[in-house]
C-alpha cells in the first residue's frame, strides 16, 4: 500500500515525491496499456519505428529512448517474438539490422494512441494549463540537471516533433542526425 509522507526538508520532500508521482504515474501507465496488449514502453518503441522516415536500428532506438543496448535487445526480442517488430539486414550493410512495424504492431500501435492520449489529460487535469506549464518548465529543469550529472548534456539532441514544426515536413521525423549511433552515450 503507497504512503504519502511530507518530509521536512523542501528538496528531501521534493525527491520523494517525484520518485513515487514516478512510480504511480508508471503503475497508471501499465494499468490503462494492459487494455490494448502492449506495455507503454513497447508503445513507446513503436511510436518511434513509426515515426521516423529513416531506418531505424537497435542502436539508434537505444539512444532515442536513453537505454543501453542490452535492455533494447531484450525488449526487441519479446517484441518480435510477439510478432510486434520484424528485424530485417540492411542490404546495403549487411551486419546492421533495420526494425519495421508488423501489420499486427501496427494494429497495437493504433490502439495505444488512444491510451496514450487519454490518460496524460487524465492525470494532469487536476492542474491548471498555468500549472501545467510551470510543472513541465520545472521538470525541465530536473531533467537538464541529470543530463549534466550523467555528462552527456552535450550529446542530448533538441527535438520538435512534426505537429510542432512551423515548416511542413510531413509526420516523421527525417534527421538521420537522430538515428546515429553516437547520439546518447549508452554506457552512462
Not at 521536512?8 to 501499465?30: F, G, I, R, Y
Not at 510477439?82 to 539486414?89: C, M, N, Q
Not at 504492431?105 to 490502439?111: A, I, M, S, T, V
Request: net charge positive; hydrophobic share 35%.
Amino acid at each position: 500500500m503507497p504512503i504519502r509522507m511530507k518530509k521536512a526538508n523542501p528538496v528531501e520532500d521534493a525527491w520523494l515525491v517525484m520518485h513515487q508521482t514516478s512510480d504511480s504515474v508508471t503503475k497508471c501507465e501499465e494499468d490503462a496499456f494492459s487494455k490494448t496488449g502492449i506495455t507503454m514502453q513497447q508503445f513507446f518503441i513503436l511510436g518511434v519505428i513509426n515515426s521516423m522516415d529513416c531506418p531505424v536500428t537497435p542502436t539508434s532506438l537505444a539512444n532515442w529512448i536513453d537505454r543501453n543496448q542490452n535492455s533494447i535487445t531484450l525488449i526487441l526480442d519479446r517484441m518480435e517474438k510477439d510478432g510486434l517488430i520484424e528485424r530485417k539486414r540492411d542490404m546495403k550493410d549487411r551486419r546492421a539490422i533495420r526494425l519495421s512495424i508488423t501489420l499486427k504492431g501496427q494494429k497495437k500501435y493504433r490502439l495505444g494512441l488512444g491510451t496514450a492520449g487519454t490518460l496524460p489529460h487524465r492525470l494532469l487535469a487536476v492542474l491548471s494549463p498555468e500549472e501545467q506549464l510551470v510543472l513541465a518548465t520545472l521538470l525541465r529543469k530536473v531533467r537538464e540537471e541529470t543530463f549534466k550529472y550523467r555528462n552527456i548534456s552535450d550529446k542530448v539532441l533538441d527535438v520538435i516533433p512534426p505537429e510542432m514544426n512551423t515548416q511542413d515536413t510531413g509526420n516523421k521525423y527525417t534527421s538521420n542526425e537522430l538515428v546515429s549511433s553516437d547520439t546518447v552515450n549508452n554506457n552512462i
